[in-house]
């Protein structure tokens, strides 16, 4: 199976502060159809996990362009451009280009 | 509206068998995934299985001796069945719509369950 590798695993930041999570893979997510399907969840305190960003770099509907992702192949990170009280929470990447679907362990983003 | 909403008993006894319901509205079960994927309590999530939206079937390895997932179309359910239960079992159970390639863009709130004699 894949395996996901997310650092840091806790991230203390200020509000307004641009932070950067990496998600790196265990072997390469370019799927034979030419995509690439790592995407990106956060789950606050006491919810369920939303999808932030899917395919790499793909905004969700809805989710504010602070949020940005990028990389390819191994390499991914998540990207927040100013810290936001709400974007508390666990971040997780997950990949779907192999089966069976896999999570990382997740980021947690605390108030610093 | 897409909703998702998993029902089932919070309490299983250790060896039993789990059952929950994942009743969905607001999209067809023709025309999406759906996925099941677990949180035991203060750690992170694993993927469980999925009903595609044809009706095919995939399951966790680790799991697939003693998981099994269904539907209904008709009553736009999906069904998730785990037995041999035990205390690591213990956690929270979601399902959750994906698009395609595990785009899961809408989440159940999840249900409880206890593994506990």
């Known amino acids: 199976d894949v395996v996901l590798t997310q650092t840091p695993p806790t991230l203390s930041a200020t509000i307004g502060q641009s932070v950067s999570i990496s998600c790196r893979s265990s072997?390469?997510?370019?799927?034979?159809?030419?995509?690439?399907?790592l995407h990106w969840l956060l789950q606050r305190p006491g919810q369920s996990p939303q999808l932030l960003i899917y395919?790499?770099?793909r905004l969700e509907s809805g989710v504010p362009n602070r949020f940005s992702g990028s990389g390819s192949g191994t390499d991914f990170t998540l990207k927040i451009s100013g810290v936001e009280a709400e974007d508390l929470g666990v971040y997780y990447c997950?990949?779907?280009?192999?089966?069976?679907?896999?999570f990382g362990a997740g980021t947690k983003l605390e108030l610093k | 509206q897409v909703q998702l909403k998993e029902s089932g008993p919070g309490l299983v006894q250790p060896s039993q068998t789990l059952s929950l319901t994942c009743t969905v509205s607001?999209?067809?079960?023709?025309?999406?995934?759906v996925h099941w994927v677990r949180q035991p309590p203060g750690k992170g999530l694993e993927w469980m299985g999925r009903?595609?939206?044809?009706?095919?079937?995939s399951y966790n390895s680790a799991l697939k001796s003693r998981l099994s997932i269904s539907r209904d179309t008709s009553k736009n359910q999906v069904f998730l069945k785990m037995n041999s239960l035990q205390t690591d079992d213990t956690g929270t159970y979601y399902c959750?719509?994906?698009?395609?390639?595990?785009?899961?863009?809408?989440w159940g709130q999840g249900a409880s369950v206890t593994v506990s004699s």
């Open positions: 072997q390469s997510l370019l799927h034979s159809n030419g995509n690439t399907y």
């Open positions: 959750t719509r994906a698009v395609r390639y595990g785009v899961m863009d809408a």
């Open positions: 395919s790499v770099s």
């Open positions: 997950v990949q779907g280009t192999h089966a069976p679907h896999t």
């Open positions: 009903m595609r939206y044809n009706g095919d079937t």
């Open positions: 607001g999209f067809s079960l023709t025309s999406y995934n």
